[in-house]
Every structure is written in structure tokens, then in C-alpha cells.
């Protein structure tokens, strides 16, 4: 008798070539709200990376030679797919990631506006013509690279890898994509399902998945590999660096999203009870499990008190438990090594003399919403990314001060400022060293259409909208000469 959950997906194996693959082993993918059985995932090797590469690269000539429109009409069929099956993606990243039910059916939502904002990029232009001072006929076109390995994280598996591989299948290429071993169904084998029932041809779209212990043989595959072009990784910035460096190694572009430590300024002027609001979701979706999420509250002595009366008072009210009560916004952390380690940044802040506002305390794999006060930067809080439900805060008294503070980490993905004061905040968004700045809203924001990445540690390249084709294309001068090159008449 199966120990497997009735509700768990049927998983038929890695998806190479078109065909859905068994693998030599398995590996247990588990509900983070109480370390159940999910799933039995496949655990590939490097051998089977080299096939799923093999496959995209013997796919790529005729996916690369579609007419522009037919690869745009895939993905809108893709989007389609997804739409129709949105509820089944929702209950998998609940169950599977972890995740509060309303960020699951957000995730549902958005992931098919990827697909048709990627659809968008095969109209758009494929190059220019330039001035020639011998009256050459000169341009400068973009071209597919080829194969595309996509590397996606598990805290919006939907999201973050139909970002990683959309717009390098709208621009001709073919992908091999490797999941999360947190979220290898949602955030990989469930992309299979989709593409599969769309219809993509054969060896354009594959997935491979991996357990913990052969992430790094099967990583380094992923990269290595020569027929492999370019590389798609969204996570971590301990694995960003290796993987850029990686990458580097071997002259391979890379478009890599990291991590943050993104603040929240509260200038005295600002919409308090709007501010608060959106800094309680700001702190806490999905458990701040977001590379967006505002982990620093820098608020303007004027208003600290009155700011934090109600910034409190609405994130006291926020319920933590398993994600399969729907009243719990507030789940799990989506392992015990992530739950540890947040609790552990906890403990040394206080230790050093942080005091606890709110929450604090931690169980199984959850962490409860916590505020800290009283940081500073001899605690590890206040350099390292924290990804999970806590937030410092820090009164400041000038905009020069609140920069300051913003821009002392090597993090540098987002920002917001809240001011009614527009000007003001374009003064200091010029000066915040991030790749993206929100006024009057929270740190958490994208669009498929946006450019969207960091700046220092939080990463390098361009996600969404024509910015995605300068990661996933190359770039070539192609001239017609009419008879005006002269040469030296030596020659």
C-alpha cells in the first residue's frame, strides 16, 4: 500500500525528448507543514542531463526556423493549458512548497501573462540597420543561441521559472530546465504536463530533476556542458556566484536574479495607515520567503510611534499553521534547514541587544511573524538576508541618513519610499543603489513586461519584457557590400 497522499500528483518521470522518463533512483519531496510524503521524485544524473541537452540541441534547428508567429501561437497555447489548470497548480504549491492559499492562486494567476507577454517578444524587432561609411547595407540582428539551461528556485515556483525559460522559447531557443529539489513537481514536473498538453514539439522543452546530494554533479552538468549556450538561475546568491563563475569559465551567458535585503523608507510625510499596510505584506507574504521582501523598515523619527502602533498592530493579527487551513496566512518555512537558520539570526540579534517586538518564537518548520528593534550592524540580521517572516526596523532622521542605511549591504535588488512628496522620492531613488525602486508601494512588485533584476549582489542581467532577449540571444553585424569598400590600390 502506498504511503504516498491520495491528493499527490501522479509523477511519470523526468520529461526528455517528448517522453516522460523513470530514473535510476528516486528521492522523498515533502510537505513542509508537517514533513509528510508528497511525492517520489525522480533523482537524475549527469548522464541523463547529457541527454535532455542532446535532445533540446537535436530540437533546436526547426524550433530556431518556426516563423515567428508559430512560436508565438505555442505559447499562447501554453498559457491556455496553464489557465485551464490553474486550481491544480495552486494545490500543488501549497502542499508541495509550503506556501498560504491565496500566494498559490496569485501564482496561478499571474504565470499565464508570462507566457503571452513571452508570445509578444517574437513581433517584436529582430535587429537594426546602421549607417556604413562605405555604403554597405549594415545590420545588427539578434539570433537564438541554442540550447537554454533554466536553474529555478522553490518560493514561487510558478512564477520564477516560467520567467526563467519564457522568453529563451520565444526567442527560438530550446530549454533544459531543473526544478528546485524543494519543489520539483510545481516548479518543474508540472511545467512538463503543461507544455506537453500544448503541444511543443519534442525535445524543445525538457525537465530534469535531482535530490539534494546530486545537485552538484547535476549543476555543474547543466553548465559545462558545450552544447549548452547560456544559463537561466534564479535563488541564492552563494549558488548565483558559483554558477555565474561557473558560466564565466566558460564564455556562457548568464542571467542570474539573487537575493536582497530590500528596505522600506517611511519619510515623515508619508500615508501612515497606507504604509503600514503595505509593510505588514511587505514583511510577511509567503513567510518573506521573497527575494523582493521588505526586510528593512526604515521609518522617519517623526512618525516612528504612530507608524508602529499600526504596522503591529495589523501583522499581531496574521495566523500561523499548516497551509491546509486556509485562515493560516502565515505557513511554514520550506525546509528545517531554513527554519534553523532564520531562527538562528534571531537568537544572535537578540543576544546582541535587539529587542523582539512581535513574535519570536519557532516550532517544526515554522517561524512566527517577528519584528525586531534595536538592530545594528554588529548583528548578522542586518547583513544577511533573512528569507522568512522578520523584519527589523530603524528610525533615521534625514534622507541622507535613510540612503545610508539602505545602501549599507551588498545587496541591491529593491527599494520603496513613502512620501507624498513625489520629487523627493526621485531625488533619493537616484541615489539607492538598487535595480529597482517602488514610491509609495511596498518592495514586492513584478510584471512580465518589467525589467526586472538587481544591482551589487542581487545579481546581473535582465528578466521581462525586449530586456529578457539580451540574456537569451546573440547579437551579430551581418552586411551586404554594394561596391563602395575601397581598398589600398597596393592590394
Not at 54 to 78: C, E, G, M, N, V
Not at 133 to 143: I, L, P, Q, V, Y
Not at 179 to 198: K, N, Q, R, V, W
Not at 251 to 275: F, H, Y
Amino acid at each position: 500500500m502506498s504511503d504516498i497522499p491520495h491528493n499527490s500528483p501522479t509523477i511519470k518521470g523526468m520529461y526528455i525528448e517528448g517522453s516522460w522518463t523513470p530514473a535510476a533512483r528516486t528521492f522523498d519531496d515533502l510537505n513542509p507543514s508537517d514533513n509528510t510524503l508528497y511525492a517520489r521524485i525522480p533523482d537524475c544524473t549527469a548522464a541523463d542531463v547529457q541527454r535532455a541537452v542532446d535532445a533540446a540541441q537535436a530540437a533546436f534547428p526547426a524550433w530556431s526556423a518556426l516563423a515567428h508567429h508559430t512560436r508565438a501561437h505555442y505559447l499562447h497555447k501554453i498559457a491556455d493549458v496553464w489557465e485551464r489548470r490553474g486550481a491544480d497548480f495552486a494545490a500543488a504549491a501549497v502542499a508541495e512548497g509550503g506556501g498560504w492559499f491565496g500566494k498559490g492562486m496569485f501564482e496561478a494567476g499571474y504565470v499565464a501573462e508570462v507566457f503571452r507577454s513571452a508570445a509578444a517578444l517574437c513581433y517584436m524587432n529582430t535587429g537594426e540597420v546602421l549607417p556604413s561609411e562605405h555604403g554597405k547595407f549594415m545590420t545588427a540582428t539578434r539570433w537564438p543561441l541554442g540550447v537554454v539551461s533554466v536553474i529555478s528556485p522553490w518560493n514561487m515556483p510558478g512564477i520564477l521559472t516560467s520567467r526563467g525559460f519564457a522568453a529563451a522559447l520565444a526567442a527560438g531557443n530550446t530549454v533544459v530546465l531543473k526544478p528546485s529539489e524543494d519543489t520539483p513537481y510545481s516548479g518543474g514536473l508540472y511545467f512538463a504536463e503543461i507544455l506537453e498538453e500544448a503541444g511543443i514539439p519534442a525535445g524543445v522543452f525538457n525537465v530534469v530533476t535531482c535530490s539534494r546530494e546530486s545537485v552538484g554533479a547535476v549543476g555543474d552538468a547543466m553548465i559545462e556542458n558545450p552544447r549548452v549556450k547560456a544559463v537561466s538561475f534564479t535563488g541564492s546568491t552563494a549558488v548565483g556566484r558559483h554558477i555565474a563563475a561557473k558560466a564565466g569559465a566558460h564564455l556562457k551567458k548568464a542571467c542570474v536574479e539573487l537575493g536582497g535585503k530590500d528596505s522600506m523608507i517611511v519619510l515623515e510625510d508619508a500615508d501612515i495607515d497606507a504604509a503600514a499596510r503595505a509593510a505588514n505584506f511587505g514583511s510577511f507574504m509567503h513567510q518573506g520567503q521573497v527575494c523582493m521582501s521588505t526586510e528593512k523598515l526604515l521609518v522617519h523619527e517623526k512618525v516612528y510611534d504612530e507608524f508602529m502602533q499600526k504596522f503591529l498592530t495589523r501583522a499581531a493579527k496574521l495566523r500561523t499553521g499548516h497551509t491546509n487551513d486556509k485562515n493560516n496566512v502565515i505557513g511554514p518555512l520550506v525546509n528545517n534547514r531554513q527554519a534553523l537558520r532564520v531562527k538562528a539570526l534571531i537568537d544572535d540579534a537578540v543576544a546582541k541587544g535587539a529587542t523582539v517586538l512581535l513574535g519570536g518564537k519557532s516550532w517544526d518548520n515554522f517561524v512566527e511573524p517577528t519584528v525586531l528593534a534595536d538592530v545594528n550592524e554588529s548583528m548578522d540580521i542586518w547583513h544577511d538576508e533573512t528569507f522568512g517572516p522578520v523584519v527589523i526596523v530603524r528610525r533615521f532622521s534625514t534622507d541622507e541618513e535613510a540612503i545610508a542605511l539602505n545602501n549599507d549591504t551588498e545587496y541591491g535588488l529593491t527599494a520603496a519610499v513613502w512620501t507624498r512628496d513625489e520629487a523627493r522620492a526621485l531625488r533619493m531613488a537616484g541615489h539607492l543603489e538598487t535595480g529597482i525602486c517602488h514610491v509609495n508601494c511596498q518592495n514586492i512588485n513584478d510584471e512580465p513586461h518589467v525589467p526586472f533584476g538587481g544591482v551589487k549582489a542581487s545579481g546581473v542581467g535582465r528578466y521581462g519584457g525586449r530586456w529578457s532577449l539580451d540574456s537569451f540571444t546573440e547579437l551579430r553585424w551581418i552586411t551586404l557590400d554594394r561596391g563602395g569598400r575601397h581598398f589600398p590600390p597596393v592590394f
